[in-house]
């Protein structure tokens, strides 16, 4: 999973330097070297009893090279013993190859109570190193829990028995929490006593934002809140937010048909969008509606945001009768108020074979901030005889979408040179069901800046890996340019005297700073004082100069490279 781009690292300000003509990131780059991060079976170093059983879920990576990742875990009593599965674990890998456990079932967990058996979703990650995850808790509703790489100490949120910004009791948290760079968190979770139900027994679903910094909790979307078509949300999970704040989430909308998906997940999705600094909720993709290609999606989920507020997410694209969703599925990518395949059903994929259906995980795709995108699917070509039954089982493979081009990262049969031949994007012990059929490819597919991903795989041997694959020739992502208009510090689409007296407020009264400087260098000197101020009013007033571009429309800085920061600007948002 990639969130976002590393402000503090000196490598990638070197490279930013070098990129400073934007359109260089995001080429396809050469052959792969793969690292063994870890293994089923492997011992936690803190509990040697303790060890990695049936599969390993690569959730998040960042440019700094660490990993945010889930496993399942058993207990070793005696060597010769079966090993007892016991429940689910939440880790942060170093680059060094140290583990810090930051949640494990039974252990007690921060403030009080103890870890339940299993998380939900998402261990995420972001460029400063902090972890954001949902954990069941025994005896109690699953609790949010924040690992802050500065303090190195994991703290509950605290939702239990909490008061929603819905004006309803939190009921615990539910999938996939996702961190920025800002140290933001956003979480679905579920509230109480809701007006409006999938379910029919009063829980509603909600999407809200978590500050580290002031402990506050603000609403993105609550059950009953107004969804666009004049229909009504009344569920939303798998929410992202980006550096700036733009937010895409998936949702049920009341009264369309509730397409039963699982117990985290009661109605199947669409996905919507909303800018930073707007009310505004954009809809991407909606039940029922076609797709481009052709066909309808059944149900749109998994979206994943990157820094120029473009969102890739998985539509299902199953023939005939839309209760029997799930065979037939594609990966999308909503750009510029459009969304494009990336890969659908019957789409031929380089080394051969068509595309049968991509992941139906969220954590199978992700997008950087180059614009590329990582997804895996399976095939219906046939490699391997994989269970020994003189047939041979579809293919599965890691592909790297870059610029309307598709390269495979890694497929069935590769050899990881060091590691092993890959199988199956699978756990191991699934491949015991085999040959009835080889499904949907597992989880893995986190993708950053630097180009890296991190992949779980089957590997001759019955043995389970976690991979990272590095390209032999890294580009870094340059960071996103964030538009804005000259002029407007207040950020409220107009240029006009309350601009120069918000800067003069800023300046001389403690009034609240510019979330976006460039906008307030009004006469774009690359430095912020009494001038810029004086500079809009002459031009309002006096006849003076109008502020240089970008102006009176959104636009990037022309003369960027000061050290005036411009991290949002809402009305240009999206």
């Not at 089923?40 to 040697?48: A, C």
Request: charged content about 20%.
């Amino acid at each position: 999973m990639r969130i976002g781009y590393q402000r503090a690292s000196v490598s990638i300000l070197v490279c930013n330097m070098l990129l400073a003509a934007r359109g260089l990131c995001g080429d396809p780059v050469g052959d792969y070297t793969f690292e063994l991060l870890a293994e089923l079976g492997q011992q936690l170093l803190d509990d040697p009893k303790v060890r990695f059983a049936f599969d390993l879920e690569p959730w998040s990576l960042n440019n700094r090279g660490e990993v945010a990742f889930g496993a399942e875990l058993c207990r070793l009593e005696a060597e010769g013993q079966e090993c007892q599965i016991f429940g689910e674990g939440a880790f942060k890998r170093y680059p060094d190859g140290t583990r810090k456990v930051l949640a494990q079932a039974g252990r007690p967990a921060p403030g009080q109570g103890t870890f339940g058996s299993f998380f939900y979703g998402t261990v995420a990650l972001n460029e400063p190193g902090d972890v954001c995850f949902c954990f069941a808790m025994e005896g109690g509703d699953a609790e949010l829990f924040f690992f802050s790489e500065s303090l190195g100490e994991v703290s509950a949120v605290g939702l239990s028995g909490r008061m929603s910004p819905c004006g309803l009791a939190f009921g615990g948290c539910t999938t996939h929490p996702v961190v920025n760079n800002e140290g933001t968190v956003i979480f679905a979770a579920i509230v109480k006593d809701a007006p409006v139900s999938p379910t029919g027994d009063g829980s509603g679903w909600g999407v809200f934002t978590w500050s580290p910094a002031t402990g506050e909790i603000s609403k993105v979307v609550c059950p009953g809140d107004a969804a666009p078509g004049g229909k009504v949300f009344d569920f939303a999970v798998n929410p992202w937010i980006n550096d700036r704040g733009d937010i895409a989430f998936g949702a049920h909308v009341s009264p369309d048909p509730c397409l039963f998906v699982s117990g985290l997940i009661p109605c199947a999705e669409s996905i919507y969008f909303k800018p930073a600094g707007r009310d505004e909720i954009v809809p991407v993709a909606l039940q029922g509606q076609e797709a481009p290609g052709g066909g309808t999606y059944h149900l749109a989920f998994g979206p994943t945001l990157n820094n120029r507020g473009e969102v890739v997410f998985f539509g299902d694209l199953t023939p005939g009768d839309p209760t029997a969703f799930g065979k037939a599925l594609g990966v999308f990518l909503y750009s510029g108020g459009k969304v494009i395949p990336i890969a659908r059903p019957l789409d031929e994929m380089p080394g051969g074979g068509k595309v049968v259906t991509t992941s139906f995980f969220v954590g199978g795709s992700d997008v950087n901030d180059c614009g590329d995108v990582a997804f895996n699917a399976t095939l219906d070509s046939r490699s391997l005889d994989i269970d020994g039954d003189g047939e041979k089982e579809p293919d599965q493979g890691l592909f790297l979408w870059s610029k309307g081009a598709i390269r495979p990262v890694v497929r069935t049969g590769k050899e990881l040179p060091g590691i092993g031949t890959v199988l199956a994007l699978l756990p191991p012990d699934y491949l015991s069901q085999l040959p009835d059929g080889i499904g949907h490819p597992w989880i893995g597919t986190a993708l950053n800046e630097r180009g890296q991903i991190i992949l779980t795989a089957a590997l001759e041997g019955g043995r389970g890996v976690m991979v990272l694959a590095t390209p032999a020739t890294e580009k870094l992502c340059a960071p996103p340019a964030t538009t804005f208009v000259r002029g407007d510090p207040n950020v409220d689409a107009k240029v006009n005297i309350a601009d120069a007296v918000f800067v003069l407020n800023a300046l001389f009264l403690g009034g609240p700073q510019p979330g976006c400087a460039d906008a307030a260098d009004s006469n774009d000197d690359s430095l912020l004082n009494i001038a810029d101020p004086v500079y809009l009013l002459n031009s309002l007033f006096l006849g003076g100069l109008p502020p240089p571009a970008p102006f009176p429309g959104c636009g990037e800085d022309p003369t960027g490279g000061d050290a005036l920061e411009c991290t949002a600007f809402g009305p240009c948002a999206g």
